[in-house]
């Protein structure tokens, strides 16, 4: 049995400690963090998720209906403006332009019918023809001129406009006539219409047509196909287009189209191509009419603006921390369905107002960070990373005194690889420059958050590369070290059911969390963190 002068000495000294416990200091990041609450993270979703902002498409009204929720916030949070206005005033609107040159109206005409633009033909290359020219149309066997062999021979077409079948000939026992084997040559394959086109423009011609194999629904298929791929013409930029089309192009009609716009019949098409094919020689059938052709491009520009909200520090106020997402998504789809991306980036949007709701309410008790603190709501990022490209290139802080980019793009879903266990969140490039954000990183997870930290996408092998994917890379590019939070893509990336009703508040602000603790070890501790690896 235990002596009772022992007994009564350890009572004490157990009460002694509690009493000690119960006056050391609190643990001020988990005080300020556990006002980041699903319930709030919903409120503010509900809103920048919500059809009236339509998809918030860069520059479009609703991105900037989302521009002004935000920027109410930061100022109720008592954040700072520090973008400089047209008018020399400060405001939380960092703007800027994008440019874009676009397809506007395209079309052909002949026999009194109009060929629309991506539903009867498709454009391989790109042309300017802003005004509508009428146009002599002869056809030109495949349009090939190799060695011995010339659909040219004899045809004048200088000033003329030449259609031509697709591929090379090929003989009824599977021979090719201009290599003599099996193999195809250069006038057959996806880039062969540009070995025609440059043929044809050599000679003269003004325009050049080809006449695909496709019909039906192949053609559909291939027509929506090379209408996607038309749309790198239309991706906007940062800087001023300007283009130079070489005028190496073709237009693209099926064997029905040509045959209406030469004035024949298909079969009689067909049997000139079977000509050809049989005898392996070319075969002179002047099939001519005259078209009329209009190609033109719009040249446009988009306003957009990031959101930038500044927070000072104390004794340390020059250098700063960026916690950044993007505010903007990819608006309204061809159907007319909007595409309201809740998770993409709704969830990181959101995040950003918490975050510096937690940080406004330690800053008033003078809990305040000793580095200052940029949030940052970029956009342009679904167009090709362009506000966080601008801001690297206009920085509102210099870039020298950032001490990291802390990026939240899509922490409110889970995704196929763990549907079973969503306590886990992607960390993507806290090792690349910094090994010391890293450790930071995981021990704030370890103390405070107790979440899977899942390294996948991190892998330089990994082919998502989504590394190079999101604002954070426009960080890292200039030497500043970076951590992307990020749960993975699910089914409705970027489609019409990323809705709020498939957010899960609970997961998210968890994650919330671990970002708040992250960065309230780096804006408080003595030293910023180096810069000591540069891994891919």
Known sequence: MMNKNLLAGLFLSINTLAW???????????????????????????????????????????????????SKYYKQYGLQPIATDAD?????????????????????TSQGKKYEFNKDFYLNGLLDVPEEVSTDLVSVGYGIEDGSYSDYAGINIKGQSVIMFDGEPQTSGGKYVISGNSEKSKWSGSVSWQVKAKLAKEKGAKYVFIITDK?????????????????RFSAPTLKPVQENPSGTAAFVFSAKGAAEMLGTSVAKLMKLKSQIDKSGKP???????????KVGRVSETIDTENVAA?????????????????????????????NNGADDDGSGTVSLLELAEAFSKAKAEGKGPRRSILFLNVTGEEKGLFGSEYYSEHPLLPLKNTIADLNIDMIGRVDEAHKNDPKYVYLIGSDKLSSKLHEISEEANKKYVNFKLDYTFNDPKDPNRFYYRSDHYNFAKMGVPVIFYFTGV??????PGDDVEKILFDKQSDIVKLVFYTAWELVNRDERVVVDSHKE
Do not use: C
């Open 20 to 70: 000690a416990q119960d006056r050391l200091p609190q643990d001020d990041a988990a005080k300020y963090a556990a006002s980041i609450a699903p319930a709030d993270l919903k409120k503010h979703l509900v809103i920048i998720a919500s059809d009236s902002l339509e998809g918030r498409d860069t520059g479009s009204p609703g991105q900037k209906k989302a521009a002004e929720y935000v």
């Open 490 to 495: 699910h089914e409705d990336y970027h489609r």
């Open 283 to 293: 075969v002179l059938e002047n099939f001519a009419n005259t078209v009329s052709l």
């Open 310 to 338: 500044f927070m000072e520090g104390t004794d340390k106020k020059d250098e700063v921390l960026v916690i950044s997402a993007h505010l903007d998504h990819i608006g309204i789809s061809e159907n007319g369905e909007i």
């Open 215 to 231: 019909t039906g629904e192949d053609l559909d298929k291939e027509i929506r196909q090379r209408a996607v791929m038309a749309r």
């Open 88 to 108: 020399g005033s400060k405001s939380y609107l960092q703007k800027y332009k994008l440019y874009k040159r676009s397809w506007g109206d395209v079309y052909v």
